[in-house]
């Protein structure tokens, strides 16, 4: 199966999932969206990490957690920076979203649009409101 098809089976299974605390939230999507196109996601090691006593660490717990100053160096820590169009299946920034204490909400580029996490299921943004992208070493 491509890498589209299996990116596209994944987000009709998810569409309508909520938003929920430490469960289904950006970073579980899109980590998860990674398994299902590459068969790992591209954080793994990040499951759990960012929580505490069922609460989201702070800015600077997260810094100290993860080593980087910004969500950006995070990232880049583990893919590596698109500096053209996102290409489909590429982890996407949006700070029109739900942000939280990142800054900005993680999505995944399905093509000429991005999808991210809402409330009540998924929501579609126009590429050109993404503000970063990030793809696996090839």
Known sequence: MELS???NRYIAEVRDRPFQWH???CFMFTNGAFKAMHGRGYADDWVGQYTKDGLYLKRDDLRKV???TTLDQ???KKLTRSTSVPPKGALV?????RQWVIG???G???????VFLGATGLLQFQIEQTTNSWVLDA
């Open 5 to 7: 098809d299996r990116l």
């Open 23 to 25: 469960v289904w939230d």
């Open 66 to 68: 993860f080593k980087a």
């Open 74 to 76: 995070a990232l880049d």
């Open 93 to 97: 920034t949006t700070d029109r979203a």
């Open 104 to 106: 900005e909400a993680l």
């Open 108 to 114: 995944i580029c399905t093509g000429s649009a991005a």
